[in-house]
């Protein structure tokens, strides 16, 4: 990760939104999903909602991580991640 990310893994111009979660068993640790630049946001689901133990393949389909998703691509009518 530090080799792929040595050159600066975020294009200027792009708004980027990482979500990680802590229960992650695939990327390992969970904070290699952080991305280090100015045009990047990054959440980790358990500190927004922190009793949702979805794990790597669970946020796909996980309500809180639609909620964050549909907020990241449309922030002027975002709404509140009830957890």
Do not use: W
Request: glycine share 6%; proline share 8%; charged share 15%.
């Amino acid at each position: 990760m530090t080799k792929l990310n040595a050159g600066g893994a975020a294009v200027p111009g792009i708004e980027y939104t990482t979500i990680m979660t802590k229960y992650d068993q695939v990327v390992t640790p969970y904070t290699s999903g952080y991305l280090d630049a100015p045009n990047a946001t990054n959440i980790v689901l358990q500190d927004v909602c922190p009793a949702d133990f979805a794990e790597h393949v669970a946020v796909a389909f996980n309500p809180h991580v639609g909620r964050m998703v549909l907020n990241a691509l449309d922030p002027a009518n975002a709404q509140p991640v009830r957890c």
